[in-house]
């Protein structure tokens, strides 16, 4: 009989969550731009993945200089969006953006979906920030709440009119189901990697006119 024989089911739980953080390796990101899915370099559109919407997950993203600085993602199926970070709260730091120059908060609020590739086996995280990203994978959660299994999905797009113009939005269009429902080694769901220090504010980029 050992003492390791009485841990309490949250001890196992955790340290299995920290065995898998710890064997997590980087996966790649995929992305979506006018109408192209790609990994890196590499054109991926109308290629068929295995989404597994189970482990989606929902929270947000620090955006530097356009870089990622800090995540925050819990589990979309076990949790409500976590509240925004409170850092980087300063609106006088926060970067113009667009023809108007409103300052836009360096928080993203986003989703992010692993897949697998059905050939290959790869695995890669689809990050959705825009509002068309979302809508794509918020179609499959809804799926998932009709039909309950992992869909193969073929990475495509369609064109939307808004605002009198053409858009090309990314669509997830389901062509089958897959019955496997085991976790996927390496993926981490669950992640808080948020930046703790705020920006200062130099001299010159001190601006009155940033609009709240």
Request: a negative charge; aromatic letters at 4%; charged letters at 25%.
């Given at each position: 009989m050992s003492v390791f024989d009485e841990l309490d089911t949250k001890t196992i739980a955790r340290i299995k969550r920290h065995a898998?953080?710890?064997?997590?390796?980087?996966?790649?990101?995929?992305?979506y731009e006018g109408g192209v899915w790609k990994i890196?370099?590499?054109?991926?559109?109308?290629?068929?993945?295995?989404?597994?919407?189970?482990?989606?997950a929902v929270g947000w993203t620090l955006f530097?200089?356009?870089?990622v600085a800090g995540e925050v993602f819990?589990?979309?199926?076990?949790?409500?969006?976590p509240p925004r970070p409170k850092t980087h709260t300063d609106k006088t730091l926060w970067k113009k953006v667009g023809a108007a120059g409103w300052a836009s908060d360096p928080w993203r609020p986003q989703y992010s979906l692993p897949l697998r590739n059905e050939t290959s086996g790869q695995i890669a995280l689809f990050k959705a920030g825009t509002a068309a990203?979302?809508?794509?994978?918020?179609?499959?959660?809804?799926d998932f709440v009709e039909k309950r299994r992992r869909p193969v999905v073929a990475l495509t797009s369609t064109t939307a009119r808004r605002n009198g113009r053409d858009e090309i939005d990314p669509v997830l269009e389901i062509t089958d189901y897959v019955d496997d429902d085991a976790p996927w080694?390496?993926?981490?769901?669950?992640?808080?990697d948020t930046i703790t220090a705020e920006p200062k504010l130099a001299k010159n980029e001190m601006d009155d006119?940033?609009?709240f």
């Open positions: 898998q953080e710890a064997q997590a390796v980087p996966l790649p990101y995929l992305k890196g370099a590499d054109e991926v559109t109308d290629s068929l993945w295995v989404a597994a919407t189970d482990m989606c530097i200089d356009n870089q819990v589990s979309a199926f076990g949790n409500e969006r990203a979302k809508a794509a994978i918020g179609k499959l959660l809804d080694k390496g993926v981490v769901v669950e992640k808080n006119d940033i609009p």
